[in-house]
């Protein structure tokens, strides 16, 4: 049997974040074409995995250093020698990348998929005769670069916009970090230098490098010619209920969804509400919008709280189905990030119309004014919403965005597009 193996620092269950999303899309996608016990994932991570046993998944867990060590290795490792980014040393010592190689030569796989620059770094253990290729996710460097220039224009005055990067720096150190915006500058510019050299050197390494978004292939391109970069699309999990049937009834609701906490959902959200709500509300009193995420700031809280009438924070909410049903639409008022945002391919798998700035749209081929709208302009967000409550503009625009999404993010189109890419292996099992 045709075996996998995926060497990460994440557990991929529950599949609650998108991260999660595009990893247990490419877990239903081996399991289809190379049997359900095809897979094992080495986890480098200090975390207890309890449900390791009732997954078709075999786990593999390499403990982490101590805090101490790893802030030691950040240290020497980024800040004396320049070799590593803070996201790989603080993953990174000599014992820990041999554990990794021994529990590769344990596993003889034939083929070995490299979750991000943290996990590649260890290299492949001499004798390996597999093969390998690196998932990159996003390019980091782009993302610490935008997250650079949010800090340099003085939009984040009081919000953590290192966001996930947070999770790289060690724990003893973090507060005074979070506070400091001049330390913020500087650990992200010298982030953005480091990951940019080991995504180049790294990507070089290997036979296949995938990333979700077709503009950061293009750039990858550009900086390594000669690698072999490739743009994967995300599998999206189909809907709960295969009969799911949008219920718009007219109703001026319309939803935000994302994670609190990460930078640039706190910042659309909070740059939304100050600037375009008060607006809307004058005009369409009627006018609701539901925040669905956990991990809201204080700020936020206290934003929303102004406008108690017509704004609800809900929190964290299991089940989409009711809000994506009834809404009049999804809002995806983003103004930075990088990557694939499948916030906006969910919305539109279950023909969610959507109203989102560029940024939003990032990677995903949508012609605005018939798969969705598209406008950078947030005083134009009124108009689009008004048209909206039209409930046969929205049927219209409901149908547009699930035709976009059956034909080019289906699981059988995207199927078909990863057989193209592992071909070879295929032709193996």
Known sequence: ????????????????????????????????????????????????????????????????????????????????LRRKSIQESILYTPALGEMVCNEIKKSKPDLIMFDTIRAAQYGLPVGYKGDAFLYMDDLFSVRYEKMLNVLRNGDAENMNVLGNFSNFIPRIIRPAVQKLKFFQKYLLGLEKKLTEK????????????????????????????????????????????????????????????????????????????????????????????????????????????????????????????????TCCGMLIPLTFGTGIKLKTLEALSYGVPVISTSVGTEGIPLQSGKDCFINDNFDDFLGLMVFLKDRKNNEMMSENAKKFFEENYSKEVIFSEYDQMFKKYLLQD
């Open 1 to 80: 049997m045709f075996k996998i193996l995926v060497v990460s620092n994440i557990y991929p269950f529950p599949a609650d974040t998108g991260k999660k999303i595009v990893m247990n899309g490419f877990l239903d996608y081996f399991h289809s074409r190379f049997g359900e016990n095809s897979v094992e994932w080495i986890i480098i991570s200090n975390k207890n995995i309890e449900e390791k046993n009732i997954s078709s998944v075999g786990f593999h867990n390499v403990d982490v250093p101590s805090s101490m060590r790893r802030l030691l290795s950040v240290f020497f490792y980024s800040f004396i």
């Open 198 to 325: 080991s995504e180049i050197q790294t990507s070089e390494n290997f036979p296949l490098n995938i990333l979700l978004n077709a503009e950061e292939v293009a750039l990858m391109k550009a900086r390594s010619p000669g690698t072999h970069v490739v743009r994967a699309k995300p599998i999206l999990p189909k809907p709960a209920s295969n009969s799911f049937l949008r219920k718009y009834d007219g109703a001026f609701t319309f939803i935000f969804i994302g994670v609190l906490n990460y930078a640039p959902n706190e910042l659309a959200i909070l740059k939304f509400l100050k600037e375009v709500v008060p607006n809307v509300i004058e005009k369409c009193p009627e006018f609701r919008l539901r925040i669905i995420g956990k991990h809201a700031s204080d700020e936020l809280k206290d934003v929303v709280s102004c406008f108690s009438e017509n704004v609800v924070l809900e929190g964290f909410v299991p089940d989409l189905s009711d809000a994506l049903a």
